[in-house]
């Protein structure tokens, strides 16, 4: 990847007994973690402030590059090549770090046609490469206008968006068992833990049903979080991120139980991603968007990335886009 040397900034590293805290100063909503294990970079945006980030494990080197093009939530890196895809507002782009934006976009697809007022939400790639992402409904006061949204994918050549669930209030979680047999999808509005039968030769789901309802945990009842993401570990166990929790807590889906529960000093917990040469680091976002003063007194690393080490397991890599010729289009 090309370095940025005008947006390059330094990270401060606090080690902790179990977790390091990475501060970025310019971030306020941290999210959509994902790992080129490739090239072991980290990718991740900074929502509210419409940025990219890109932090190289090898050399720390730290780069990020402000769009300005609306809500920006999904990065995803593209195999073969050195763009990225983004998700801005209800938008799918190709991304080109080399060029000043608004010239480093590509237009891919528009998602909820009709529906200026959604966003894309979370975005993930399949193992075969396609593209799934899921948008969420606009925002009135505090609240998520719910049924709006959908859960698509696109696939090359021609990207055309695909609807696989609908009606969606606010996707935010998606990931793959190990054999690729099972989607698991989070709808935070429903406060549950779905999965599907995956078909990945169509890149179909079907038999939708629920591993885990996150209402029925006393803890849920008693500070509201939301589940915010998910991923799976090497022994198809799913780590979910809890927005307003403060905890990440870990799924056994077979037996449709929590078996394990990580606390943060923070409390809006947003995404999370495998990272490291062995994949035994989980990457975890945090946000400080729309807190109160007194709140961020008491949470100063709210948007903050932590890394949590020595958790007995590891992950898988994150996928790729499958684009062909992507620097050329």
């Known amino acids: 990847m090309t370095t940025i040397h005008q947006n390059q900034k330094q990270q401060t590293i606090k080690l902790h007994s179990q977790f390091e805290t990475l501060e970025f100063t310019s971030v306020t909503d941290a999210k959509s973690a994902v790992w080129d294990h490739d090239a072991q970079i980290l990718y991740w945006v900074d929502a509210l402030n419409q940025t990219v980030h890109a932090l190289n494990y090898t050399s720390k080197q730290h780069w990020h590059k402000h769009i300005g093009m609306g809500e920006l939530n999904v990065v995803l890196p593209i195999a073969g090549s050195k763009r990225l895809l983004l998700g801005i507002q209800s938008f799918v782009y190709l991304f080109d770090w080399d060029e000043p934006c608004p010239f480093c976009l590509k237009y891919i697809a528009a998602l909820d046609k009709g529906s200026p007022g959604n966003i894309l939400n979370e975005g993930k790639a399949d193992s075969k490469g396609r593209f799934w992402g899921g948008t969420r409904g606009p925002i009135y006061g ?37 054999n690729n047999s099972i989607l698991y999808f989070i709808d935070s509005e429903t406060k549950k833990i779905d999965a599907f039968d995956f078909d990945i030769a169509k890149g179909r789901i079907s038999k939708r049903r629920t ?21 799976i570990d090497r022994n198809g166990y799913l780590w979910v991120a809890l927005m307003h929790g403060g905890a990440v807590i870990r799924v056994n889906p077979e037996t449709k139980t929590i078996v394990g529960k990580y606390k943060l000093p923070v409390s809006r917990i947003t995404s999370l991603s495998w990272a490291g040469p062995h994949l035994e680091e989980l990457v975890v976002t945090t946000s400080r968007r729309n807190m109160e003063k007194e709140e961020i007194e008491k949470e100063p690393l709210s948007g903050a990335l932590y890394i949590l080490h020595k958790l007995g397991t590891g992950g898988v890599p994150d996928q790729k886009l499958s684009f062909n010729d992507a620097d050329n289009f």
């Not at 090359?156 to 609908?166: D, G, I, R, S, Y």
């Not at 309802?213 to 500070?223: G, P, Q, T």
């Open 142 to 178: 505090s609240s998520i206008l719910q049924d709006q949204g959908a859960l698509y994918s696109l696939e090359q050549p021609k990207f055309e968006p695909t609807v696989q669930l609908k009606p969606v209030s606010a996707t935010n979680g998606i990931t793959w068992s190990l």
């Open 211 to 231: 591993i885990l309802n996150l209402a029925e945990y006393s803890f849920m009842r008693a500070s509201r979080p939301v589940a915010h993401a998910v991923t």
